[in-house]
């Protein structure tokens, strides 16, 4: 049987490209560790690995936008743990503030204090974050939560302008969290703080005045409820942080699945594919001699 020359390397040529193309493949395989380069390799596998990596890259998202929602509520929680403290100094000085021992000049100077709680709890209500945005204002961001009107009356200066919506973060699938408080409350306790220390600076004001004490025991009152009010988001926020705590694990347990799976089905086995690379390189070699040693014969090489 004879071949002619021109079919002959054309066979040659088709096993030299064929081989150099696998050994490419499996080099490619071995420098980046997957298994599957193209969908193509593997349909089925490419399709899951797909769905994990998407699955994953949500996940990631997920457990991203819980870091920044923790740290949002972490933040929150302090300022207003300052003002709960400022509170109970405040509330503790109107204690003081209605004992009838008290002289006039006693309840003056009780104003100074009275005046610098007032101011850093204005001050506290109408935190600015470090983008510049208000952080008691419900959705209203840009818009101060509390504004003060100075030619109104004492006891109606202070006013709440912000909103009670809340800011919605995805956490997870189908779940999200609220990322904000605001101050809304803490306009009452300012106007009867102010109105308090207008009361307080009279020349002659004194503690057993029935006018005076119902001031007083208003703001008191005030103070109470404020308090309350205020160390109550703060225990929200707790709450928060602790739904978040569990669906970050949840998330974690769930990326680490995916990861495990996502090495299982495209890590590629290095040594298989050394076997198989090795093996490709024989044949390539192989060829070459063959091809070198049949391309040197002629009839006369067998006469």
């Known amino acids: 049987m004879r071949i002619a020359t021109s079919q002959f390397q054309a066979m040659m040529n088709q096993s030299l490209d064929l081989n150099q193309e696998r050994i490419t493949y499996v080099t490619q395989q071995m420098a980046n560790g997957n298994r599957i380069q193209l969908p193509s390799d593997d349909p089925v596998d490419s399709v899951r690995l797909s769905r994990l990596k ?18 949002r509520l972490t933040k929150n929680e302090g300022y207003l743990q300052n003002m709960v403290n400022d509170m109970g100094s405040g509330r503790d000085l109107l204690v003081w503030a209605l004992d009838g021992s008290n002289t006039s000049q006693d309840l003056n100077a009780m104003v100074t204090s009275l005046t610098a709680l007032r101011d850093s709890l204005m001050y506290s209500a109408n935190t600015i974050d470090q983008e510049g945005r208000y952080v008691f204002s419900g959705t209203s961001t840009d818009t101060a939560p509390v504004t003060y009107n100075a030619a109104a009356l004492p006891g109606s200066r202070y006013t709440y302008a912000g909103n009670t919506n809340d800011q919605l973060v995805v956490v997870g699938n189908g779940i999200t969290q609220v990322a904000n408080q605001n101050a809304q409350g803490i306009e009452k306790l300012l106007n009867q703080l102010d109105q308090t220390i207008s009361t307080l600076s009279g020349s002659t004001v004194s503690a057993n005045d029935p006018a005076v004490r119902n001031v007083l025991t208003a703001n008191l009152d005030g103070f109470d409820d404020a308090m309350n009010l205020v160390a109550g988001k703060v225990a929200v926020i707790g709450g928060q942080q602790n ?26 086995d290095v040594g298989t594919a050394a076997i198989e690379l090795n093996g490709y390189q024989t044949a390539l070699e192989a060829s070459y001699k063959a091809y070198s040693k049949i391309g040197s014969l002629s009839l006369f090489s067998v006469l």
């Not at 457990?63 to 920044?68: F, L, M, T």
């Open 54 to 71: 998407r699955e994953e890259a949500s996940v990631k998202q997920y457990r991203s936008n819980i870091a920044a929602v923790n740290e």
């Open 243 to 268: 739904v978040l705590k569990t669906i970050d694990a949840n998330h974690e347990n769930v990326s680490l699945s995916n990861q495990t799976a996502i090495l299982d089905i495209g890590q590629l």
